[in-house]
């Protein structure tokens, strides 16, 4: 399985991105999908995610009413629409599967190569 994210870049404070994250490969079902990031000096940190079921979503703080997090079951893809972007947004960002493979599977977490956005002042 591997996670394909792509979006990041430059934007200015006040702007918008939009990130994406797609998983190819053997999957049987997917549990959570969630973005994560990393700040410079920073330790990595959940910005938003559909918990397991798929039912529910939650966003850090720091992202309400700005980030808004959604996805395409049949594409197996999570997207992140930022808005209103802030230069503390500045980060690399990585998507993050929990997965099945096959039926008799455990759960296992895959992680996307990360994807840096920048927000300038």
């Known amino acids: 399985v591997q996670l394909q994210a792509s979006g990041g870049g430059l934007a200015q404070a006040g702007g918008s991105l939009r990130l994406s994250c797609t998983a190819s490969g053997r999957i049987f079902s997917i549990h959570t999908m969630n973005w994560y990031r990393q700040g410079p000096g920073k330790q990595r940190e959940l910005v938003a995610g559909?918990?397991?079921?798929?039912?529910?979503?939650n966003y850090a703080d720091s992202v309400k009413g700005r980030f808004t997090i959604s996805r395409d079951n049949v594409t197996n893809t999570v997207y992140l629409q930022m808005t209103s972007l802030k230069p503390e947004d500045t980060a690399v960002y990585y998507c993050?599967?929990?997965?099945?493979?096959?039926?008799?599977?455990?759960?296992?977490?895959?992680w996307g190569q990360g994807t840096l956005v920048t927000v300038s002042s």
């Open positions: 993050n599967f929990d997965l099945k493979r096959h039926l008799f599977a455990a759960i296992s977490s895959y």
């Open positions: 559909y918990t397991s079921g798929g039912g529910n979503t």
